[in-house]
């Protein structure tokens, strides 16, 4: 069976201790590619680190960008850096994850709304696609994007999809992927299952978050990219699909997205 973790944040201390063990268990898994997110202070290592993980590892690719937390550190310096980042490396395949989070507003909204709508431009300038964080902000989210990002290319991800069925059907009109993580698998996510019942299966991808968001059975652990196949299994019979073919199909959605030849 083959399967892709689109989104991963294993350069994060939290998988100091076993990193290398948490990639084969990966790969034992059947994951033949990760899309690892940097995240955190864009004036420190955060961003560098994630690209560095990209280049030591085989299938494992980087995105690299201010998330809507930081958005307050993000100046002329903070820009300066990520360009330099997303030219200095063939692994840097996505911007991001960028976007909104009024549910914990750790950036002041209007900070967060211009670092957005700016990042997108920057994307947009160097042909990189976006990967979106949004949250408890789908009204806002899909304006900035439409506005910035008018036409299907180079187009995005919703990470760790969490809105309202009208939210994906705007975004899927934008040319986006929707990618669905461990949380569709929790006891009160019927909203959420509603939701990946009706996306498209050429639209549709799989990822883990980790360390966040363990799906079942395995919650109260760690997450890590091994357990993106509970989330395949999950969905899978969600859709009336085998594992495999849910497998299938969103890793070549995956490959087809970012132009890749997965091994």
Request: glycine share 8%.
């Amino acid at each position: 069976m083959l399967f892709v973790d689109s989104h991963a944040h294993i350069d994060g201390e939290e998988f100091d201790a076993d990193r290398d063990e948490v990639v084969a268990r990966a790969r034992e898994a059947g994951v033949r590619a990760i899309l690892n997110v940097g995240t955190g202070d864009p004036h420190g290592e955060n961003l560098k680190r994630a690209v560095a993980l990209a280049e030591k590892y085989e299938g494992i690719y980087a995105a690299v960008g201010v998330h809507p937390h930081d958005a307050r550190l993000f100046d002329e310096s903070a820009e300066a850096r990520l360009l330099k980042l997303v030219k200095s490396s063939e692994r840097v395949i996505a911007w991001g994850e960028i976007g909104l989070d009024f549910h914990y507003d750790n950036s002041p909204r209007d900070v967060q709304r211009a670092v957005f709508a700016r990042q997108l431009r920057l994307a947009r300038e160097v042909g990189l696609p976006v990967v979106i964080h949004s949250r408890e902000a789908d009204k806002e989210t899909v304006e900035i994007l439409r506005e910035e990002l008018p036409s299907a290319k180079p187009g995005g991800i919703m990470h760790c999809f969490g809105g309202s069925a009208a939210m994906a059907e705007s975004v899927l009109e934008l040319g986006f992927m929707i990618s669905f993580a461990g949380n569709v698998t929790f006891k009160k996510a019927e909203p959420l299952r509603e939701v990946a019942r009706s996306v498209p299966l050429d639209c549709l991808l799989i990822e883990t978050d980790c360390p966040f968001l363990t799906p079942v059975p395995f919650r109260g652990r760690r997450n890590e990219p091994a357990y993106v196949v509970e989330t395949a299994r999950f969905l899978a019979e969600l859709r009336g699909l085998d594992v495999s073919e849910l497998g299938r199909v969103t890793s070549a959605n995956f490959a087809r997205f970012f132009g890749l030849k997965l091994s």
